[in-house]
Structure formats: C-alpha cells, structure tokens
C-alpha cells in the first residue's frame, strides 16, 4: 500500500485517513466581531474535499486584545459556536480530521491590533519595520489567566465538533516566547532554566488534556529551534518532546523560526540552482531533527513541516518511520487537491508557488543587506499567499500572475479595513472588553 495512504492511529484512540496535513496557515477571514464567516466554509470544503488526512485550521486566537493579524478568529466570549459547527461540517466534508489551531501571539501582535502587546519579558523585537510595538512583561496571574483561556477555547472547539485542538508552541508566539530564552528573561518559577520556562506550555496542555477528556485529539507544533544565537535549541527541542510525549500528546508537529529569523517562510533564493541547495539543506535539516525526537521520544507521533518540494522524500520519509504525517502548507493555496493528485499518481513533485513571486518580488532583491528591505520582501511574499487564500475562499481560482508587491499593497488595505471595522464594533459597544477569564 502507498505509505502517504495509510491510516495512523493516534494515541487517543482516533485515526487519521493518511498521512498528508494541509499545515495552519493564518486565513484572516473573520468578521468584524472575530467569528468565523462562510469564506471559512467555502476555503475549508475545498480543501477537505482535497484529500488530505488532516486539516489545520489558522490559529484561533484566545484573547481578543492581542491578534496575530485582523481576521483571526477569536473564542473570547464573543460568540460564534454556530459559525464554527458551520466551519467543521465544511471542513471534514471529505472525511478528513480537522483540528483547530489555538494561539495567543504575544509581542508578535501587529499595531492593527493592539499598541500594548504582552510577553514573558520585555524584549521588543528587531525589525519588523516598527509593525510591532515593544511588549510589557506578563503579571504572573496573568499568566494563569493565559493557561485558562486556551482551555476555554480548546473545550470550545470540541463542542463545536473540531476532532482535536493543536496548541502553537513555535514561530516565536507567546508559548514559544517562554521556550526561548532570547525572550524569556524572567527569575521566577517561569524563567530561567529548561523546566521554568516549558512550564506554560506543560500547564496549558496538561490542562486542556483534563478538561477536553482523554478521547479529544490534542496536537503541539514546537520549534526544532529558534535559529538564533542564544536561543531554543534542537537539544532543548528533543527534552521538551520527552514531557509532551509523557503528558500524552497525540502528534507533535516540528517546525522553526520566528517573525525575526524568518526560517519557515523560506526566503526566494536568487537562482534556480541556490533554490534547489536551499530546498536540498531544508529537507536534510528538518529530516536529521526528526530523528532526534524519534530518539527522544519514540512514541511520540511526530510530523515535519517545512522544506518539502518532492513525494520521493515524503514517501521515503514515511515508510522509513522517521516521520508519521507529512506537513504541507503554501502549495495548498495553488493546489488545493494537492493529496488527491499524489495518490492518484497525477503529480511527483508539489507545485512551485515560488517561481510565481519572481514576477513582482524585485524591490531591491530579496536578499537586499538592508534588513528593512529584507522584511518588507519577506512580507510581499506571505501578502501573495493570503490573496490565494481569500480567492479560495471566494470560490475563485488561485492568482498566480499576481505580483507579490500588489499583493502587498492590497493586503495592507484589507487588512486596514478589517481593523478599522473591528475597532468601531467595540467603539459602538457591540462586544464587552475581554476581562480575565473564564474556566
């Protein structure tokens, strides 16, 4: 049988239909009161309908003060169980899992959304072209408050009828933010070695795990690293794995990076044959990681996103038994029946949205050595994938023609809109401020 065809069996007791996983990847398409809308449906049948195993969905945000982008949906007493019942019937249409990513950002809240953003520390970020503003340090009763509500939103998410939850833990939001000691600079019994700062995200699962049952499937997406200096560590990585897989986690999805070591956008290389270097080193990397987890923790199912351009190393991946679930997330916005094409044999390699961005990704080139230059090529280029989302969930096709920096210029805009009409819902009273929370 073709290895990305078989089913896997999670620890909770549920099973996967095969191994491909459309990763999360931030849709932006709520409405002005953070709920789910029908573009959710429309985008999420679509790729269920696709064929993968498992669907991610972007991440749900906990807290409604602090957004990773205008358009996140947000579970904070604002209502809108309908809507994601209406999101779940969509998205596991094609008899597929779909779990629900939950989030808090932290520092990498965007000014759209709020001028205050919280962290373990204050540590303002570098770059980012003033987008940020620098955060204040959490009060440790808030940091209780933050294990709280990302259980009131995982138990959410299993009433609404979401097959499990994924709690994000890497890209540098906040769970990661207390993994790194780059951002973690606290004294107290949340900082300073290993086991004080994996403690929020220890407490956060082991918290969800009790009140969402012991049939719920609950996933972590982890860094391998941080790919700073003085940061997270593959070593660090490998032992927090070790207690996720003691706390009975059901799928560990690797990944790396943060908004300021950009290691999981994959910046567009400056020729075909640099292009295919970089993909060649990321497929060995995250590869050589996985093995590290699989000595760490063996029973621990693991899945690897970032660095995959071929089926080859995916199947070869698979059968060896270095990874359990194969992590996809940008060729899904241009292929959305991307696992239905593989397995029917159509397809050997996964599209190349890259070779699209060239047509308008030249300001200055994307390896320009001035840092601001550098963020703002990097931001044209997530700015062309979320236009490929929301024409997906318009029920259109996919733009790849478009430049990626009109794609900029038009994702500013929008998301200027959301943020301004999401900004008068509360002048006008529509929604009570967030408070401390909840369970």
Known sequence: MEPLAQP???????????????????????????????????????WSEGGAGLLLTGNVQVDRRYLERPGNVVCDGNGGLEELRTWVAAGTCGGNHLWMQISHPGRQ????????????????????????????????????DVIH???HVATAARDAGFNGVQLHAAHGYLLSQFLSPRTNQRTDEWGGPLENRARLLRDVVASVRDAVGSEFAIGVKLNSADFQKGGFTNEESAQVARWLAELGVDLLEISGGNYEQMAVIGRLDSD??????STRRREAYFLEYARLIRDAA??????VTGGFRSIAPMRAAVESGEVDVVGIARPFCVMPDLPLRVLSGEVDSLPSPEKHLRLGAGFLGSTSPIHGIRTLNGQAELAWFYHQIVALSEGREPQLGLGSWSALFAHFSRELGVARRRTFRRSAGALPASTETRV
Do not use: Q, W
């Open 298 to 303: 063996p029973e621990l199912p693991l899945m």
């Open 109 to 144: 809240c965007t000014r759209m959304s709020s001028s205050r953003p919280v962290s373990a520390s204050a540590v303002k970020m570098r770059g980012m072209v003033g987008l940020m503003a620098a955060p204040r340090a959490l009060e440790a009763s808030e940091i209780r």
């Open 272 to 277: 075909e044959k640099g292009k295919r270097e």
């Open 8 to 46: 896997l069996a999670l620890p909770c007791g549920a099973s996967l239909p095969n191994r491909f996983c459309k990763s999360a990847m931030t849709e932006g398409l709520a409405d002005a009161d953070d709920r789910a809308t029908e573009r959710h449906e429309t985008l999420y049948r679509r």
């Open 149 to 151: 509500r990302f259980v």
